[in-house]
């Protein structure tokens, strides 16, 4: 079946505009969340959502960050007034319910790249 | 806070040689602990997992690794690696709670030689 699919692939923008950021997460995955990977880094937790609603969006760095989940299926990551530090890979990753599998499944990521 | 510790950046070896991946990792309360490989250009992909049961586990690809409780590690070893092997490698701890809570280590990267 189809993976985790990210949408752009890549993205350049300029300081101060707005983007979004897409995930289609595998069909029947319940969980979903948002990374963000800099350059010779690991992962960095970003939000997470069971179906439709942010079960913990603490790693959000501010209030520029957003996601939304409207109908438990696809995400969007949102960052308003964009700066150069956002420029990084954002990833996103899909599971099933807790308790029954804790694997994550990735999606190739979108490289954001903030002129 | 969870933490994860992957004290070699880059490890260099040559292929047909064994090699060790090394993670530790800082809660000591019950732990689910992953490895996750990244080549070039690519998602991240699992390697293996612990969940509970055998503190020796298997993954793809040939690798395996083993979880220590006493010394809060979870290396990675294969005993004979492929020019394909070479790629980014991430150990990850849960404390079975999603979000915050599953943490990734710096990465290793694997540099298999000819």
């Known amino acids: 079946g189809a993976g985790v699919s990210q949408t752009p692939s890549n993205k350049v923008t300029e300081k101060g505009k707005y983007v979004e950021l897409r995930c289609d997460p595998i069909?029947?995955?319940?969980?979903l969340y948002w990374y963000r990977q800099s350059l010779g880094q690991g992962p960095e937790f970003l939000i997470y959502?069971?179906?439709?609603?942010?079960?913990?969006d603490s790693g959000l760095p501010n209030d520029r960050f957003f996601a939304v989940r409207p109908e438990g299926s696809v995400s969007t990551l949102k960052i308003q007034r964009t700066e150069r530090g956002d420029s990084a890979v954002y990833l996103c990753?899909?599971?099933?319910?807790?308790?029954?599998?804790?694997?994550?499944?990735f999606g190739p990521g979108t490289r954001l790249t903030v002129t | 806070a969870q933490s994860v510790t992957q004290l070699d950046s880059q490890v260099p070896v040559f292929e047909e040689a064994p090699v060790e991946l090394r993670c530790n990792y800082s809660?000591?309360?019950?732990?689910?602990l992953f490895w996750y490989v990244q080549y070039p250009n690519q998602g991240l992909q699992l390697l293996l997992k612990?969940?509970?049961?055998?503190?020796l586990v298997k993954g793809i690809n040939g690798f395996e690794a083993e979880f220590n409780k006493s010394q809060t590690s979870f290396h990675l070893r294969k005993p004979s690696v492929h020019i394909s092997d070479t790629a980014e490698y991430f150990c990850?701890?849960?404390?079975?709670?999603?979000?915050?809570?599953?943490?990734f280590g710096p990465g290793t990267r694997l540099s298999v030689l000819p």
């Open positions: 959502f069971q179906g439709t609603g942010a079960a913990d």
């Open positions: 990850a701890v849960s404390d079975g709670n999603y979000g915050q809570n599953f943490v």
């Open positions: 069909s029947g995955h319940t969980a």
């Open positions: 612990y969940l509970s049961g055998s503190t």
């Open positions: 809660s000591s309360v019950s732990v689910y």
């Open positions: 990753a899909s599971s099933s319910e807790p308790g029954v599998s804790y694997e994550q499944y």
